[in-house]
């Protein structure tokens, strides 16, 4: 390469990490909006980012995906589910190859988590199965889940149930792999994270409210 064709890389690199630390700049403005409760300043300045189409897909998930939450913030719920649905293809292109934990481990890590209970809740819990995907479905964020959740529970809470006319109830818990992985740095966190959230939606069943299981140590 010539003394004239390096100067000129040097120039765009240069251009370009410019150009990174500013949108990072911006995205944090847009989160300090909507964390101020300015969502409608934050979307538009979060639609400015991702229309210039610069970012990188993991970065740009995460721009979209602050961009849902202001936009539900300003009642904006179908913009939100659109935004929302982005984000999982983005999430999905943007996943490291490797796990941090094969499927075989995952699963006996939330097996030892749903073992601390006690019995008797184990055996209430015998026909609630528990599913393990990597993200929501495109159909369950259309129908509005967060695509990053870590894991939902499905289902009519057992205090919530009508006793009267002995209908069925179809439950299921599901745990999100790659969602669980994404928050993670480690092998020995992303056990912890599972643990958690195995208890948390366990509870859910049960009728937990997300306030108690914040006391509780397991939000």
Not at 80 to 88: R, S, Y
Request: charged share 25%.
């Amino acid at each position: 390469m010539s003394p004239e064709a390096q100067k000129r890389a040097a120039s765009s690199a240069s251009a370009e990490a410019a150009e990174r630390r500013q949108l990072e700049i911006e995205l944090h403005e847009a989160a300090r909006l909507l964390a101020a409760g300015d969502a409608p300043s934050a979307v538009e300045r979060l639609r400015a980012i991702v229309a210039r189409g610069v970012l990188a897909p993991g970065r740009e998930a995460d721009a979209r995906y602050l961009l849902a939450r202001a936009l539900g913030a300003s009642g904006e719920r179908a913009a939100m589910t659109d935004e929302w649905g982005l984000v999982l293809r983005l999430d999905a292109a943007a996943a490291p190859p490797q796990p941090l934990m094969p499927a075989d481990e995952f699963e006996a890590v939330a097996e030892a988590a749903l073992a601390e209970l006690p019995q008797e809740l184990l055996d209430e819990l015998r026909s609630v199965p528990i599913l393990v995907a990597d993200r929501p479905s495109a159909e369950m964020v259309a129908g509005g889940i967060d695509p990053r959740v870590l894991g939902i529970y499905h289902g009519v809470p057992m205090t919530r149930r009508s006793t009267s006319f002995g209908a069925p109830y179809a439950d299921t818990i599901y745990l999100f792999s790659a969602n669980l992985e994404r928050v993670c740095a480690t092998r020995a966190a992303l056990a912890e994270r599972i643990r958690v959230t195995v208890l948390h939606e366990t509870a859910h069943y049960f009728g937990y409210t997300e306030l108690q299981l914040r006391r509780m140590g397991l939000a």
